[in-house]
């Protein structure tokens, strides 16, 4: 890197990038992003494969542009992909070993440890063997926590949130009693109401709203 901005003129002189704490940091985590975007891309991918362009060509018939799409359809609908991406992500890169060890091996003066990195040094370096197990566990209990904390949210989050709730289309030509009991089932929501049953393709918002237009 150096000798092509050497070359480019945009540097006067080499630059030691992993000399200081901060910028060794800065690079690890360029690194740690770059390693990653291939699954976050096959996962993603794979979402955007699931949804329905069912969805999108109903948006487009009520005159939905991109960003509507974009925001009510597919980013709601890929929540699920997203947060299994993040949490192994978050995961990965706690436990990342290879980069850290590969890039400073804690260097200089030790300050680019991460957990995983610093337990090693103390069990294979320092020979404190019982400090390297407990600081193992430590990282285990930091790890349940985050995962306890991600599956409560996920778990706890209002039914409009997690699946959708602007109606585009219904199997009927009769006005939708907006009080009327609904179930869910996948990416369909049934409509009871006092004198038909209603089936809605769902794809963003509240379900409180259910029955604003009907087609």
């Given at each position: ?5 050497l ?5 006067k002189?080499a630059i ?5 704490p901060?910028s060794a ?7 740690g ?10 996962t ?6 699931s949804?329905?362009?069912?969805y ?5 018939i009520?005159?939905a ?8 359809i597919?980013?709601?609908l890929l929540?699920?992909?997203?947060n299994?991406?993040?949490v192994?992500?978050v995961?990965?890169?706690?436990n ?9 091996a ?11 990195t610093?337990?090693y ?12 197990a407990?600081?193992s ?9 985050y995962q ?6 996920n778990w706890?989050?209002?039914p409009?949130?997690t ?10 030509d ?5 009080d009327?009991d ?6 369909q929501?049934?409509?009871k109401?006092?004198d038909m049953n209603c089936?809605?393709?769902v794809i963003a918002?509240q379900?409180d709203?259910i ?5």
């Open positions: 890197l150096n000798a092509l901005l070359k480019l003129g945009l540097i002189k030691n990038y992993l000399g200081d901060v940091f800065t690079w690890m985590i360029i690194v992003i770059v390693v990653t975007i291939p699954f976050m891309t096959f993603l991918l794979s979402g955007l494969q949804i329905s362009e069912d999108y060509e109903a948006a487009v009520d005159g542009n991109f960003w509507d799409k974009l925001f009510k597919t980013l709601p929540r699920p992909s997203i299994v991406t993040i192994l992500n995961i990965y890169v706690f990342s070993f290879a980069i850290v060890n590969t890039i400073t804690g260097a200089p003066a030790n300050q680019t440890h991460t957990i995983s610093y337990l040094y103390l069990a294979f370096n320092k020979n404190k063997y019982g400090a390297s407990a600081l566990l430590v990282s285990f209990v930091i790890l349940s926590i306890m904390f991600t599956y409560v949210k706890d989050a209002a409009g949130e699946v959708a709730g602007m109606l585009l289309y219904a199997k009927t009769d006005a939708v009693q907006p009327g609904y179930q869910m089932s996948g990416n929501i049934s409509v109401t006092l089936e809605f393709a918002g379900l709203t029955a604003e237009r009907v087609r």
